[in-house]
């Protein structure tokens, strides 16, 4: 499974950004939980932070206290694509965000190669 993420960008404090995840390939249809990831200038993988990951089946949400309320999750599984709508972004947002998955057996796990997000204040 590949994943592409996009829509990441410069952004002033208080905007707005809508990043894409499109997943594709062979195994595609497996993908079951997604989510976004966030790596912060200058930290290593290991602080690699979930902020909003959505089960398959049922959907359900959950969110970083970080980005509760500002940002919002969403799915289109007939496209294939995850998204991340980012609200009033503030410059501690900055950092390369990273789409996750993980298929129904939970025996793979995927990632893409990022897209860096810039809030300046």
């Known amino acids: 499974v590949r994943l592409v993420e996009s829509g990441g960008g410069l952004v002033q404090a208080g905007g707005s950004l809508r990043l894409t995840c499109t997943y594709s390939?062979?195994?595609?249809?497996?993908?079951?939980?997604m989510g976004w990831y966030r790596q912060a200038p200058g930290t290593s993988v290991e602080y690699r932070e979930l902020i909003a990951g959505i089960s398959g089946r049922s959907g359900w949400k959950n969110y970083a206290d970080s980005v509760k309320g500002r940002f919002i999750l969403s799915r289109d599984n007939t496209k294939n694509e995850l998204y991340l709508q980012m609200n009033s972004l503030k410059p501690e947002d900055t950092a390369v965000y990273y789409c996750n998955a993980v298929d129904d057996a939970a025996e793979h796990d995927y990632w893409g190669q990022g897209t860096q997000v810039t809030v300046s204040s």
């Open positions: 390939g062979s195994d595609a249809n497996t993908v079951d939980a």
